[in-house]
T-cell receptor, first 118, second 116 residues
C-alpha cells in the first residue's frame, strides 16, 4: 500500500449504530487530520493529531471520537449519528513541519469514506 | 481572517486547450503557502502544486503552473493542454493561522469539465 488509505470506502449506518472509520498513512508522516466534506460546503477540519497528540478539535460534536494509536493510524469512532452527519470523511497526513517551514507542510489525502446515516 | 475565494463555480474547456482557474486569498501573515488540489468524482483530494509566498518564481508541475501575483493576492492555476481526465473539482487552499493553530483553509472549489 502507498500513500494514504481509508476503510471502508462506503458506509451506511443507522442512528443507533456504532462504527469506526480507519485511516492509515504509509508516508512516514507525523501529523494526521480528519476532514468532513458535505455537499455544497467548504471542507471542514475536524481533528488534528501531531506526533499522536491531539492538537485541534474544531468544535466537533462528541458523537465523533478520534483515536490516534500511532503516527501511522487514525480512527474516527462514530456513535448515535444524525442524518446531517452524512458526508464524505477525508483523512490526510503531513510531515507536521513547524517553524519557518510550516507553510510548506503539504497534506496528502486518502480516498475518503462516503458515510450515509439513515 | 484568513480566506480563500474561488469565484468560478464551473468552467468548461475543450480538450488540448489551456484553462485558468481563479483563486484570490486574504491574509495578514507575511509568510504563507498556497496549494491546489484536484478532486475527481471518486472523492480523493489529489495534491497538484504548491507556491510559497516568498518564492520569486511561479511554481510549475508538468502541465500545471501557478500564476502567483502577490500584490493582487491571487494564485491562479493554469492547466495547459487539457485532457478529458482533468475533469474534476479543483480547490485552492492556503496554509494559514487560526487562533493558535495552523490550518489549511480551502476555497469552495471550481468544477472543471473538459469536452472533446
Amino acid at each position: 500500500e502507498t500513500g494514504v488509505t481509508q476503510t471502508p470506502r462506503h458506509l451506511v449506518m443507522g442512528m443507533t449504530n456504532k462504527k469506526s472509520l480507519k485511516c492509515e498513512q504509509h508516508l512516514g508522516h507525523n501529523a494526521m487530520y480528519w476532514y468532513k466534506q458535505s455537499a455544497k460546503k467548504p471542507l471542514e477540519l475536524m481533528f488534528v493529531y501531531n506526533f499522536k497528540e491531539q492538537t485541534e478539535n474544531n468544535s466537533v460534536p462528541s458523537r465523533f471520537s478520534p483515536e490516534c494509536p500511532n503516527s501511522s493510524h487514525l480512527f474516527l469512532h462514530l456513535h448515535t449519528l444524525q442524518p446531517e452527519d452524512s458526508a464524505l470523511y477525508l483523512c490526510a497526513s503531513s510531515q507536521g513541519l513547524a517553524g519557518p517551514e510550516r507553510e510548506t507542510d503539504t497534506q496528502y489525502f486518502g480516498p475518503g469514506t462516503r458515510l450515509t446515516v439513515l | 481572517a484568513q480566506k480563500i475565494t474561488q469565484t468560478q463555480p464551473g468552467m468548461f474547456v475543450q480538450e488540448k486547450e489551456a484553462v485558468t482557474l481563479d483563486c484570490t486569498y486574504d491574509t495578514s501573515d507575511q509568510s504563507y503557502g498556497l496549494f491546489w488540489y484536484k478532486q475527481p468524482s471518486s472523492g480523493e483530494m489529489i495534491f497538484l502544486i504548491y507556491q510559497g509566498s516568498y518564492d520569486e518564481q511561479n511554481a510549475t508541475e508538468g502541465r500545471y503552473s501557478l500564476n502567483f501575483q502577490k500584490a493582487r493576492k491571487s494564485a491562479n492555476l493554469v492547466i495547459s493542454a487539457s485532457q478529458l481526465g482533468d475533469s474534476a473539482m479543483y480547490f485552492c487552499a492556503m496554509r494559514g493561522r487560526s487562533g493558535n493553530t495552523d490550518k489549511l483553509i480551502f476555497g469552495t472549489g471550481t468544477r472543471l469539465q473538459v469536452f472533446p
